[in-house]
Structure formats: C-alpha cells, structure tokens
C-alpha cells in the first residue's frame, strides 16, 4: 500500500522541531527511523499531514557516562548501541537487547526514541529500559521535562508525552557488573517477541503480557521477601492481562512469562537457565 499524500518538514533542531509540531499540532507526527510509523502509513491506520523528520538534527545520536547514569540520545539508532562500547561496559543489558530487535535493516534505521514513543507492548528495548528504570527527558515549547520510565506508558501505543513533545534522551542507571538477561520468545528469528523478560539487579520487566510493557511486580516483591527464584517466577504473570492471537493464547503467553522469568533469573543469577 501508499501512504496518502503528506507534507515533509526537515527541521535542524530540536527546537524547530517542536516549534513545527505545535504548528500543526495534531495533523503532525515526527518521523525518526520510520520503521514504526511508514507500516502504519501504508496501511492508512496513520494518515498524518506533516511529517516532522527528526533524523537529520544533529547531535541526538549518542551514549554517554553522566554521573551515575548513562544518557542516550534519542536518535541513536538500535545497531549503534548494540557496537556501542560505553554501552556494552556500563548498561550490557541494553546493547544485547539492541541486538535483539527485528533484523539488520530494522537496526540500521529504528531509533531508540522512536521504540520509546511508539509503545508497542512486543518491544524489546523498552521491556530492558522498563528492568533498569530511568528517565525519558522530553523537550516542548516550555522547555524540557523529565518522565520517570515507570510512568512512561500508559498503554497500547499510548504515553505520557505531550503531542508537542519531542524525546530527546533516555538515562538509565549504570548497572556495571551486576547480573543481567534478556529471554526473548519467537517463532522466527526476526520477530517481535511472543513474550520477553528482561532481569536486572532483581527487577523484572515482561513483554506483550499487557497493553503496555509492565513489570513483574509479584515476582520482585517474592525475590525481595527472600523466595527462591522458581517460587518467585511461578508468580511473574500475576496482574498482567496478556491478549490472545495467532501466536499464542492467554494461557500459553502467561506459562511463557512464568518460564522466561525464570530463565533470566536464573541466568542473571549466573545460575544454569530452567530448561522447560
Ligand atoms: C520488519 C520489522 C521488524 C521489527 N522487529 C522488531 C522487533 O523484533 N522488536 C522490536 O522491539 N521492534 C521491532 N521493530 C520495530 C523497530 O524497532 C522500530 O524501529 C521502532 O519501534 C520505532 O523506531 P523508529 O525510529 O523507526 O520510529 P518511527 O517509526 O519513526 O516512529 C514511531 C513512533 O514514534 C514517534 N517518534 C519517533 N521518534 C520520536 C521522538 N524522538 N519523540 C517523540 N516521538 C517520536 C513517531 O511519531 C511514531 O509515532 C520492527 C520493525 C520492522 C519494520
């Protein structure tokens, strides 16, 4: 399919960037890497006016070391922060899961603000972003904001960002050393993920159990009581609303998220991984 017929705004800022969605408002959408957006375009379920194309805007690609925290440019794609030394040496999690994400045509152009923005609950970087925690800064017409990630997804395709909003950086801890995994779940190699958990320092987010990425909270709850990885994984679908589809049924997806909790655990444990 053709996308209908829209107009391309090429700002070189970010400031020009939010000046033109408040311009148009509603009629707008950024366009990053467009491996989100360009589908839904094609099918006519986005048929935006204005495209706001961030991807020329110098200096939003980056990883950097900023006190205990590591910033990342918005407009950093997924391959550059799956080579990304600072990456790989401060927040490991992040660069494998990077790695993770669809194919290396989909790495070369999909950016980490744009996965952030779109919230697609079969994410894989924001179910990793959601184990660290962090911060999604946003930059509008007053001036820039801090979201906690925890607050960041409100649900299917829906956040907290304002529709003159634009995401400039994602901060998340240094986690170093500590113990890390990410279990993915596929049919085929390149694709979304049926169900993902992502382990961090006893935290636990999950993928497509929801209409956002959640967090397995009865499951840290249990690890932080003192409960054995296997008591505490048999708990991770607790207050999660899986969906059904051609993939998987609520009950498989939710056997799924009690199996890769315990997994990536176990893994992150440095413990050999539940096999079934
Ligand atoms: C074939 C294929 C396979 C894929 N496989 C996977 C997979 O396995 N796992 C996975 O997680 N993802 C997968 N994806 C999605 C991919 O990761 C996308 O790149 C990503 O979801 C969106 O990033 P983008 O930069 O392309 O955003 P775009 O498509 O440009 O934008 C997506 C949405 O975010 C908004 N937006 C973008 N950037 C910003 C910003 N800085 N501030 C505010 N709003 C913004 C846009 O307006 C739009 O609404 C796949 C995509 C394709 C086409």
């Known amino acids: 399919m053709i996308p209908g017929s829209f107009e391309l705004v090429r700002p070189a800022s970010v400031e020009e960037a939010v000046a033109a969605l408040v311009e148009h ?57 799956e080579k990304d030394a600072v ?18 045509q989909v790495r070369h152009r ?38 906690p990630i925890t607050e960041f997804w409100l649900g299917f395709f829906e956040t907290a960002l304002a529709e003159d909003e634009l995401i400039v950086e994602i901060r998340v801890p240094r986690t170093g050393s500590a113990g890390w995994a ?6 085929r190699a390149n694709d979304w993920p049926i169900v993902a958990a992502a382990a961090v320092d006893g935290r636990v987010a999950l993928a497509n159990m929801a209409g956002s990425v ?11 009581r003192g409960a054995s990885i296997a008591e505490a994984a048999a708990l991770a ?18 056997h799924l998220a009690r ?9 992150a444990a440095g413990a050999p991984a539940a096999a079934a």
């Open 25 to 81: 408002g509603d009629d707008a959408k950024v366009l990053a890497g467009g491996h989100s957006l360009l589908p839904l375009m094609k099918l006519r379920l986005a048929m935006p006016a204005v495209l706001v194309d961030i991807s020329r805007i110098p200096g939003l690609s980056y990883v950097r070391v900023e006190g205990d925290e590591v910033a990342i440019g918005a407009g950093t794609r997924h391959h550059e922060l």
């Open 214 to 224: 959640v967090r397995a909270t009865a499951t840290e709850e249990a690890l932080a």
């Open 182 to 187: 990410y279990e993915k779940f596929t049919r």
């Open 259 to 267: 199996l890769l909790t315990r997994r990536a655990l176990e893994k």
């Open 110 to 147: 999909g950016t980490i603000g744009g996965t952030v923005a779109h919230s697609d609950p079969a994410s894989d970087l924001p179910t990793a972003l959601l184990a660290l925690g962090g911060t999604v800064v946003v930059q509008g017409p007053s001036g820039r904001r801090d979201i």
């Open 237 to 254: 679908d607790q207050g999660t609303s899986p969906g059904a589809d051609m993939h998987a049924d609520q009950d498989y997806r939710r």
């Open 87 to 104: 990456a790989a040496a401060e927040v490991p999690i992040l660069p494998y899961v990077a790695s993770q994400v669809g194919d290396p």
